[in-house]
């Protein structure tokens, strides 16, 4: 049973250009969490999805920054006209059920803006 | 200019030693803590749970302690191994609401193990 997968493992772009981060989650699990960690610090929570629904996004900036779980497919994490304060590893996350469970997380993407 | 991070705390010891992590939680309705383990480069690691109806429980070499009366959390390592290094993270999600799904990271603890 292969783990909650992320790619691309890293990724660079120009100020300006947009990021698009993709998560499978773990087979069975139909809930999604992202999370940005800045260097030293612990993971901030951004949005928790289920298929088709955003549940929660109190963590996700107002503006560039978006988050969907199609049907099929994998979970994006999109950030338009990025800026170098965005540089940070972005992790996902997947749990079978949503409250009180155990969220398992993926090796995560390494976002650098030049 | 160059950016400056923060200080974590840290905790060095003798390889076969036990370890004790420590984390405070500030949210007293939080009713669910995991204990997640971190290398560099990589994801976190789930190690434990714990509910906030249990105050101890015990896994492989590993047990968590819940003191609810002053929001204590810390994870025990029985015989330290160096490949127990890494940062450990606590978190917590609070029940109910709409904030149910969300995990509340603390800010970790590097653990160095000594052969």
């Known amino acids: 049973n292969a783990g909650v997968m992320q790619n691309p493992r890293h990724l660079v772009r120009r100020r300006g250009q947009e990021a698009r981060l993709r998560c499978s989650p773990m087979?069975?699990?139909?809930?999604v969490y992202w999370y940005r960690q800045l260097p030293e610090e612990g993971l901030k929570f951004m949005v928790y999805?289920?298929?088709?629904?955003?549940?929660?996004e109190s963590g996700m900036p107002k503006e560039r920054f978006s988050a969907e779980f199609p049907k099929e497919g994998p979970s994006i994490l999109r950030i338009q006209q990025v800026v170098r304060g965005d540089s940070a590893a972005y992790f996902c996350?997947?749990?079978?059920?949503?409250?009180?469970?155990?969220?398992?997380f993926g090796a995560g993407t390494r976002l650098s803006v030049l | 200019g160059e950016s400056v991070g923060l200080h974590l705390p840290t905790l060095s010891v003798q390889e076969g030693d036990n370890s004790i992590i420590n984390c405070a939680y500030s949210?007293?309705?939080?009713?669910?803590f995991i204990w997640y383990k971190q290398e560099s480069g990589k994801g976190p690691q789930f190690i434990i749970d714990?509910?906030?109806?249990?105050d101890k429980r015990q896994g492989q070499r590993v047990t968590v302690l819940l003191n609810k009366t002053v929001k204590h959390l810390s994870l025990q390592i029985a015989a330290t191994q160096p490949g127990d290094s890494a940062v450990y993270f606590c978190?917590?999600?609070?029940?109910?609401?709409?904030?149910?799904?969300?995990?509340?990271f603390g800010q970790g603890t590097i653990l160095t193990v000594h052969p």
């Open positions: 999805l289920q298929k088709e629904n955003i549940i929660d």
């Open positions: 087979k069975g699990h139909s809930h």
């Open positions: 714990i509910r906030s109806n249990m």
């Open positions: 996350a997947s749990s079978p059920r949503g409250e009180s469970d155990i969220q398992y």
């Open positions: 949210n007293s309705a939080s009713d669910y």
């Open positions: 978190a917590e999600n609070i029940a109910g609401g709409t904030s149910y799904g969300k995990l509340t």
